[in-house]
């Protein structure tokens, strides 16, 4: 099973920038799947964005344009480069590794968007 460590959260205006980073350990990251979701405060986990294998990316709708997910498979990373923030960005950011039999967690990375 491969370990995820987000990094990269913190406090900006809004229209500011952020990028997320998500290093990986423990297994090939290659092969797995990778997804950014996000739980904001009294709401479900929801998904933000996605990236094969293949690095095939999917995003929902609400961050569709603003946002844009990455992998660097030799640094065994997967990024989200967030552009063009709102307040309702604002957020408990988390990575997720996945394939057939398995499914992995990282610890969450906070965003806050406000002025």
């Known amino acids: 099973q491969v370990q995820l460590v987000e990094s990269g959260g913190g406090l900006v205006q809004p229209g500011g920038s952020l990028r997320l980073s998500c290093a990986a350990s423990g297994s090939i990251f290659s092969t797995y799947h990778m997804a950014w979701y996000r739980q904001a405060p009294g709401k479900q986990r929801e998904l933000v964005a996605l990236?094969?294998?293949?690095?095939?990316?999917n995003y929902s709708d609400s961050v569709k344009g603003r946002f844009t997910i990455s992998r660097d498979n030799a640094r065994n990373t997967v990024y989200l480069q967030m552009n063009s923030l709102k307040p309702e960005d604002t957020a408990v950011y988390y990575c997720?590794?996945?394939?057939?039999?398995?499914?992995?967690w990282g610890q969450g990375t906070q965003v806050t968007v406000s002025s």
């Open positions: 990236i094969t294998s293949a690095s095939i990316t």
């Open positions: 997720n590794a996945f394939k057939i039999g398995t499914n992995s």
